[in-house]
Nanobody, 125 residues
């Protein structure tokens, strides 16, 4: 069973930065695509950034390109999301995600079925 634990959320003013971390356990962590999603009340969960553990190929939603950076520490089974130039519209609950069979949530070519508990990011104007 894959378990994901996020940390690093908080409240910042517009233009500020935050770094989210996600530690994965119970996964081989090889040849998978790790991702960050976000969700606001009443809206569907949306993919933000993804990275393949084999070659660190990354993928970003248009809304966060050039502001967010996803990275990996394979030795620590940890995926990070560095968020710069934050905007109020980035306010959301952020979730770390790992592929799982039949998960039904597709992003960057992977089907995500395991989720962390989420960490809240709030950006004030």
């Amino acid at each position: 069973q894959v378990q994901l634990v996020e940390s690093g959320g908080g409240s910042v003013q517009a233009g500020g930065s935050l770094r989210l971390s996600c530690v994965a356990s119970g996964s081989s962590y090889t040849g998978v695509c790790m991702a960050w999603f976000r969700q606001t009340p009443g809206k569907e969960r949306e993919g933000v950034a993804a990275i393949w553990t084999t070659d660190h190929t990354t993928y970003y939603a248009d809304s966060v390109k050039d502001r967010f950076t996803i990275s990996l520490d394979n030795a620590e089974n940890t995926v990070y999301l560095q968020m710069n130039s934050l905007k109020p519209e980035d306010t959301a609950m952020y979730y770390c995600a790992h592929p799982g069979p039949g998960g039904g949530t597709w992003f960057a070519g992977a089907d995500f079925g395991y989720w962390g508990q989420g960490t809240q990011v709030t950006v004030s104007s």
